[in-house]
């Protein structure tokens, strides 16, 4: 153990570090509590039309709020499979490759909405999503995908092997959070990343993901009438 | 998973089963259909009954655990209870009682246990103040096939919380060695004893002292599908080796650059070469 850490180790109150211990994750938590502070503190101040880049901001705000919630049963799996010493880096590692997944995603839904929002309008755009969404709710293929969002993968150990290895868990778990809740966020960026939209697809989001037996109709019926709230 | 899930529960089912081919009990979808399934699993809830009553064990207090349903039977007769419907047999629904629950019934379980671990202490819960932390792991993945296979572990010196906790001669004070993301889709063995720090070419069967326990391949073929119930991620097992590190360490036959971990296989196949890999295998002190 290097001097830095023995001197850390005598400021930290015990039962701090215990929990740091426990839950290598707490970074990960602050970053995403963080990303909701700026949406809600914005969603307060800005009644103006975003500008493209604000938009872009805006995005990877929304993904960071609404999606590392959902991963860190994973982002702690990677921590405590990981040498202590390289915990934070294979952490930050995995949350690459997740976000860059989204970052893709985000990007192809962005740019489809640009495209046929003007075409067909934002009314019939955010009404076929709102019922994409729905239907994708209640498919019946979606518990098993919801399943493989709890995919582990062996981690190697060291060196460049490991950094790879957390990279590429990364965007396998990104790959499954993908196929599951794209419809979702894809609702959420057609009604223009509105706060009670986002709030309450999160909600459906964190049900399903930690619910044993989400209730499908319920979550539907949330997503609907939200929806509807907004138009 | 825990001990009691893997064995005896796991071990039993692949022994009566068997590989070849792959019998009814070898398999989660077919297991109910023999009819000592209800003999095995009704005396496994009698074991885990007769364990709650040593001591201040208790049931895990966990909602979700508590709140799963199970549905038996179909149609008209068809009956979903929850875990909690049906934690105490002496009352409704169930209305039974075990007619042996002495504490002799666990002995031949504990001493597999004790035997498998190295340490009589194998079945204690992991104190709250210890924090288990990874020091090594094996580079790659290890096939567990017909015939005996070994991976090593490069363990490093504990640097967080087991390097708190260590004792004043700087030994961990528990060890666990993890057997991950076991997966495949075809078994060459009905099961694996495990072996821990064996010589270059040595034979298992010379060092039953280094035994760390057995992996059931029970579960291994679902597990390693992604369905509804499943992620894919295959079967994980973890074992207490406090006992036998201690007795490598006194030894001084314990190689950190070089831990050696040998699976031997339990009624392998003669046909089949099978495809089942361990993923990784790692070490954790706490």
């Not at chain 1, 426990?22 to 500008?51: C, F, G, N, Q």
């Not at chain 1, 901001?57 to 960071?64: H, R």
């Not at chain 2, 597990?223 to 080796?241: M, N, P, R």
Request: aromatic share 8%; net charge negative; glycine share 6%.
């Amino acid at each position: 153990m290097s001097a830095t850490t023995q001197a850390a180790y005598g400021v930290v109150p015990l039962r701090l570090r215990r929990i740091g211990w426990r839950h290598p994750e707490w970074w990960v938590i602050l970053i995403a509590a963080a990303a909701w502070a700026l949406i809600l503190r914005h969603a307060a101040h800005s009644h103006t039309v975003p500008s493209a880049s604000q938009t872009i901001i805006a995005t990877a705000v929304m993904v960071v709020a609404m999606m590392l919630p959902l991963t860190l049963a994973n982002v702690r799996h990677v921590a405590l499979s990981s040498l202590w010493r390289r915990r934070h880096r294979a952490m930050a590692a995995f949350l690459v490759g997740y976000l860059c997944c989204w970052a893709v995603v985000q990007t192809a839904i962005q740019g489809t909405l640009g495209f046929l929002a003007p075409l067909l309008g934002w009314t019939l755009v955010a009404g076929l999503l709102m019922v994409t969404a729905v239907l994708w709710e209640i498919s019946p293929g979606r518990k098993r995908r919801l399943r493989r969002c709890r995919l582990t993968v062996p981690l190697a150990p060291r060196g460049w092997r490991a950094d790879n290895a957390c990279v590429r868990y990364g965007v396998i778990t990104g790959f499954g959070c993908v196929t599951t809740c794209w419809a979702l966020m894809a609702a959420v960026a057609a009604f223009s990343h509105s706060v009670l939209v986002m709030v309450v697809v999160f909600v459906v989001q964190i049900s399903d993901r930690y619910q044993r037996r989400p209730s499908p109709v319920l979550t539907s019926l949330a997503i609907l009438g939200v929806c509807l709230l907004s138009f | 998973m825990g001990s009691l899930e893997n064995l005896p529960h796991g071990d039993i089912h692949m022994e009566v089963g068997g590989i070849q081919p792959l019998g009814w009990m070898s398999s989660f979808t077919t297991a109910g259909r023999d009819p000592i399934f209800w003999l095995h699993h009704a005396n496994i809830d009698r074991l885990w009954k007769v364990w709650l009553n040593q001591g201040s064990r208790v049931n895990p207090p966990e909602t979700r655990w508590l709140d799963m349903s199970f549905t038996i039977g179909g149609d008209a007769s068809a009956a979903t209870l929850a875990v909690r419907d049906v934690l105490d047999t002496t009352q409704p629904p169930l209305n039974y009682h075990y007619t042996d629950e002495s504490p002799s019934v666990l002995e031949p379980a504990i001493a597999a246990a004790a035997f498998a671990a190295g340490s009589p202490s194998e079945e204690e819960q992991l104190p709250e103040e210890l924090v288990p932390e990874m020091v090594g792991a094996s580079d790659e993945g290890v096939p567990l096939a017909a015939t005996s296979t070994e991976v090593e572990i490069a363990v490093e010196a504990p640097s967080g919380p087991a390097f708190a906790a260590a004792t004043e001669s700087q030994r961990p004070r528990k060890v666990y060695l993890k057997v991950e993301n076991v997966k495949g889709e075809d078994l060459a063995a009905s099961s694996y004893l495990v072996h821990l720090g064996l010589p270059p070419g040595a034979s298992a069967a010379e060092y039953e002292d280094r035994r760390v326990g057995k992996v059931s391949m029970f579960g291994v073929l679902e597990a390693s599908q992604s369905d509804e119930e499943h992620s894919g991620s295959g079967l994980t097992f973890s074992f207490d080796i406090t006992g036998i590190f201690e007795r490598l360490q006194e030894a001084e036959e314990f190689d950190p650059e070089h831990l050696r971990v040998t699976f031997t296989p339990v009624h392998a196949s003669e046909e089949q070469s099978g495809n089942v890999r361990a993923g990784r295998v790692s070490l954790f002190y706490a």
